[in-house]
């Protein structure tokens, strides 16, 4: 997979890609990762990116000129499975979107800064629009590496134990069970015994189980998709 990200602030985004899983994926050839910033397609000396918006309200807009000459320069080289902008007013991000985003080959990602970009952009170029919940980030950015990571986990390959993707709390759309290691007892607290019991019938009912009691008592509304 490809993935191209228009930014300007790559600075913000490098780290996390730069560690663990995701950074093993980018040595093992499984993602390459591109910044490209705006600044570079300006015509004016103070690269200038950004503008205030027509109707007066407050805050800056990023201008649709350098954008517009970033995403042509990138769509002449290839095409783009999707275009999406990440936006407070775009779908909220479900591990059913990642999972079929993580069947791609090449994504571009839009990180919007200030007040977010010119509508025409959004109507010209994007063909999808992503949140990562009800809140507001200071822009796009942040999302971006949420939704990098979340879809680059899931490229086969990329996690070792190919059944530990599939276990996630959401993969089945339930929450994930409780989870133990060494020691047996710890401050006075033990693992359940049949973890210990080496029946997997039995361990995979008692997961099932938690799982759903967790689901039930902590996100209600995702019983109501599951069946
Ligand atoms: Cl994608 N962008 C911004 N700026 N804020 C957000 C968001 C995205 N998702 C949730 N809040």
Same mark, same amino acid.
């Given at each position: @997979?490809?993935?191209?990200?228009?930014?300007?602030?790559?600075?913000? @985004?490098?780290?996390? #890609?730069? &560690?663990?899983?995701?950074?093993?994926?980018?040595?093992?050839?499984?993602?390459?990762?591109? #910044?490209?910033?705006?600044?570079?397609?300006?015509?004016?000396?103070?690269?200038?990116?950004?503008?205030?918006? !027509?109707?007066?309200?407050?805050?800056?807009?990023? @201008? /649709?000129?350098?954008?517009?000459?970033?995403?042509?320069?990138?769509?002449?080289?290839?095409?783009?499975?999707?275009?999406? !902008? +990440?936006?407070?007013?775009?779908? /909220?991000?479900?591990?059913?979107?990642?999972?079929?985003?993580?069947?791609?080959?090449?994504? @571009?990602?839009?990180?919007?800064?200030?007040?977010?970009?010119?509508?025409?952009?959004?109507?010209? !170029?994007?063909?999808?629009?992503?949140?990562?919940?009800? !809140?507001?980030?200071?822009?796009?950015?942040?999302?971006?590496?949420?939704?990098?990571?979340?879809?680059?986990?899931?490229? %086969?390959?990329?996690?070792?134990?190919?059944?530990?993707?599939?276990?996630?709390?959401?993969?089945?759309?339930?929450?994930? %069970?409780?989870?133990?290691?060494? %020691?047996?007892?710890?401050?006075?607290?033990?693992?359940?015994?049949? +973890?210990?019991?080496?029946? #997997?019938?039995?361990?995979? &009912?008692?997961?099932?189980?938690?799982?759903?009691?967790?689901?039930?008592?902590?996100? %209600?509304?995702?019983?109501?998709? #599951?069946?």
């Amino acid at each position: @997979m490809r993935i191209d990200i228009i930014t300007i602030l790559p600075e913000l @985004m490098k780290s996390p #890609f730069e &560690a663990s899983i995701i950074k093993r994926a980018q040595e093992k050839n499984q993602v390459e990762i591109h #910044f490209h910033t705006p600044r570079d397609f300006t015509n004016n000396v103070h690269k200038t990116i950004d503008d205030k918006p !027509y109707g007066g309200m407050a805050g800056m807009v990023m @201008m /649709p000129e350098p954008l517009s000459l970033l995403i042509e320069s990138l769509l002449e080289k290839r095409s783009y499975d999707k275009i999406i !902008y +990440l936006t407070p007013d775009g779908e /909220p991000l479900k591990q059913k979107r990642a999972n079929s985003l993580s069947l791609c080959q090449n994504l @571009m990602l839009i990180c919007g800064h200030y007040k977010g970009i010119d509508q025409r952009i959004r109507d010209l !170029y994007v063909n999808l629009e992503i949140s990562i919940g009800d !809140y507001v980030l200071t822009g796009g950015e942040l999302a971006a590496c949420v939704l990098v990571d979340t879809i680059v986990r899931l490229i %086969p390959g990329v996690i070792g134990n190919e059944t530990s993707a599939l276990t996630d709390s959401f993969q089945d759309g339930l929450l994930a %069970p409780p989870i133990y290691t060494r %020691p047996e007892v710890f401050k006075g607290l033990e693992v359940p015994k049949v +973890l210990l019991s080496g029946n #997997f019938e039995k361990i995979e &009912a008692w997961n099932f189980q938690m799982s759903q009691q967790r689901t039930q008592e902590r996100r %209600p509304d995702l019983l109501d998709e #599951f069946d």
